[in-house]
């Protein structure tokens, strides 16, 4: 009797196997095209299994991958691509898994606002607006996420050691943002930032030393996090040159070739260092009358006030650089800084420099 059932329930099983085995043999070909291999595509947004090549749906598929929606974007009859949620914010303490309460209502609001006195605290509330005018400050010039990150990363470090006490919010901010740009390879000098802020320019410089003072401490210590593309360990730079600022000042007047104007208006930056009427002139007035010698050499002029403009000084400092330049261009252009196998155009048009 043992045998017996034992022998039904092995055929039962080799029954089910071969019921739910798939034939592999088997293979899906569209009756109008017959196409071998066929061409199919697999809809999982309509469920289909549809003919690339002339459209007709063949049959109906299943989904298998895994569903972990969010439904952020439906109110606003958006696509909503999230399936796990926003990630968590690494600049921010806490668990962050608070539930918001819109503000939808009367009755709604009043719930918003005691939900916002429980759930957040006051340092919460700093940090967060915090990090909201440094993306609103570095999107308006264009700096990039890496600089806004590592611009609040700073801002993060200096408020978990309550550093640079004493100082105003918007002062260690404009520190963070000169700092992180610098960091970052797009260096901005202190008018740039006070026009950006309106935090004068001594107190940029004033939190500028403390927070370079406080990175290289903080430099080498484990507290430093690695989330962003933030260093850990602070690499201290000198100031802005002017060799800096001409890869800027050149894409923002619209060259037809603004890599060739940047490479003749680089190279003779560095030159204009043996100038000793340059030698104590700021970088941004050294690097607009560079510009400015180097458009003409290409032969795409600008004028002063265009190159002023860009260069966030007055056209009359862009014109007294320039006539420093100009009366010292037998030093600055020669064979030595532009060989003649790449620059031989540029040594030809020397003598075609106007005058300042």
């Known amino acids: 009797m043992a045998d017996a059932f034992a022998a039904f329930a092995a055929a039962d099983k080799t029954s089910k196997d071969e019921e739910f085995k798939e034939d592999l043999n088997r293979i899906l070909i569209c009756p109008d095209c017959k196409e071998d291999p066929p061409n199919l595509v697999e809809e999982y947004s309509s469920g289909d299994m549809v003919c690339a090549s002339c459209g007709l749906v063949l049959d109906r598929i299943i989904d298998t991958r895994s569903e972990w929606r969010t439904f952020s974007g439906d109110d606003n009859g958006n696509e909503d691509p999230s399936r796990v949620g926003d990630a968590p914010n690494l600049m921010i303490d806490g668990d962050q898994l608070q539930t918001s309460i819109a503000f939808d209502g009367k009755g ?14 006051k340092g919460t509330k700093a940090l967060l607006q915090a990090y909201r005018d440094i ?14 990150n590592t611009a609040k990363h700073i801002f993060k470090m200096v408020d978990d050691n309550k550093a640079l006490k004493g100082k105003s919010q918007e002062a260690i901010v ?3 943002i000169f700092i992180a740009c610098r960091q970052t390879g797009v260096p901005r000098t202190f008018r740039e930032i006070y026009g950006l802020t309106k935090v004068s320019k001594k107190e940029i410089g004033r939190v500028f030393k403390l927070l370079e003072a406080f990175l290289q401490k903080m430099g080498g210590e484990d507290k430093v996090a690695k989330a962003t593309g933030y260093s850990q360990q602070y690499q201290a730079k000198g100031s802005t040159t002017a060799d800096e600022l001409c890869i800027r000042f050149c894409s923002a007047l619209s060259f037809r070739n603004p890599v060739r104007v940047e490479s003749i208006a680089r190279r003779l930056t560095e030159r204009s260092s043996e100038v000793s009427d340059l030698a104590g002139r700021s970088p941004l007035s050294v690097a607009a009358a560079c510009i400015y010698m180097a458009a003409h050499l290409v032969g795409e002029p600008r004028s002063y006030k265009a190159i002023a403009a860009v260069s966030n000084v007055s056209d009359g400092t862009v014109k007294t650089a320039y006539r420093y330049l100009y009366a010292a261009k037998d030093t600055v252009l020669t064979k030595e800084v532009f060989p003649e196998e790449l620059f031989d155009d540029v040594l030809a048009k020397a003598d075609k420099v106007p005058a300042a």
């Open 174 to 176: 404009a520190g963070c």
């Open 135 to 148: 993306q609103a400050l570095t999107d308006s010039i264009n700096t990039g996420t890496q600089v806004a």
């Open 108 to 121: 709604a609001k009043n719930l918003a606002h005691l939900q916002n006195k429980i759930t957040q605290d």
